[in-house]
């Protein structure tokens, strides 16, 4: 079965520092991989995600995720992060072999960016 | 405005009573998802729609029943609600595809006493 793993529960960084939340995957095949993000209150909005092609993929808000296929991660990362970025963050992968478009999550990442 | 909306966001309500939550998107998509949010859990999928009429099961189905009978709409629906059921709830929907992102509802937050 396929599964996406997001080691860290919390990360804190300041306001302007580069910011990284880490995700590794297992899939069998080439995967698609998502980065979505979870305000308070809010739902789940998606970010970026990993089709094929360039390992670095560009998304919403600044936000890059880089694929690194050796070492199966396919990390989030933002250059200089804001106050605003503080939120929950899932890496997901689509169940290709079932139906439905079904996405398994890893267990989310609290940002916490301080001024 | 491209969006989900669920009803209701809140509500706490008691052991059997039946309930439904509703869930809208204006976006034509095909596919629709429910999901719950449990701490520790992360989210997992209850129940899927892959057009009107088809629906199926995800991981996490006991107690839980929908329908999709136009294709904007797909409430999830508690029978006989049980403690163990409060969690908050999201659906979602997407076009056809495993590599198209989802837009999620809102969410709604259910407490079963």
């Known amino acids: 079965a396929q599964s996406v793993a997001q080691p860290e529960d919390q990360v804190k960084v300041a306001e302007g520092n580069p910011l990284t939340v880490k995700c590794t995957y297992s899939v069998s095949g080439n995967p698609y991989l998502f980065w979505y993000v979870q305000y308070p209150n809010r739902g789940l909005q998606f970010l970026l995600k990993y089709i094929t092609g360039d390992n670095l993929v560009k998304g919403s808000y600044g936000f890059e995720a880089e694929f690194n296929k050796s070492q199966t991660s396919f990390h989030l990362k933002k250059p200089s992060a804001l106050v605003s970025d503080s939120a929950l963050y899932f890496c997901a992968v689509p169940d290709m072999k079932a139906a439905g478009n079904k996405l398994t999550f890893g267990g989310g990442t609290r940002v916490l960016v301080k001024p | 405005e491209a969006q989900v909306t669920q009803n209701p966001r809140y509500l706490i309500t008691v052991t059997g009573k039946k309930l439904t939550v509703t869930c809208s998107q204006n976006?034509?998509?095909?596919?629709m998802s429910w999901y719950r949010q449990d701490p520790g859990l992360g989210l997992r999928q209850i129940y899927y729609?892959?057009?009107?009429?088809?629906?199926d099961k995800g991981d996490v189905p006991e107690g839980y029943k929908v329908s999709r009978k136009e294709k904007r709409n797909f409430p999830l629906i508690l029978e006989s609600p049980s403690p163990n059921q409060t969690s908050l709830y999201f659906c979602?929907?997407?076009?056809?595809?495993?590599?198209?992102?989802?837009?999620f509802g809102d969410g709604t937050r259910l407490s079963i006493l």
């Open positions: 979602a929907s997407s076009l056809a595809g495993g590599n198209q992102p989802q837009h």
């Open positions: 729609s892959m057009n009107v009429e088809v629906t």
């Open positions: 976006m034509n998509h095909e596919y």
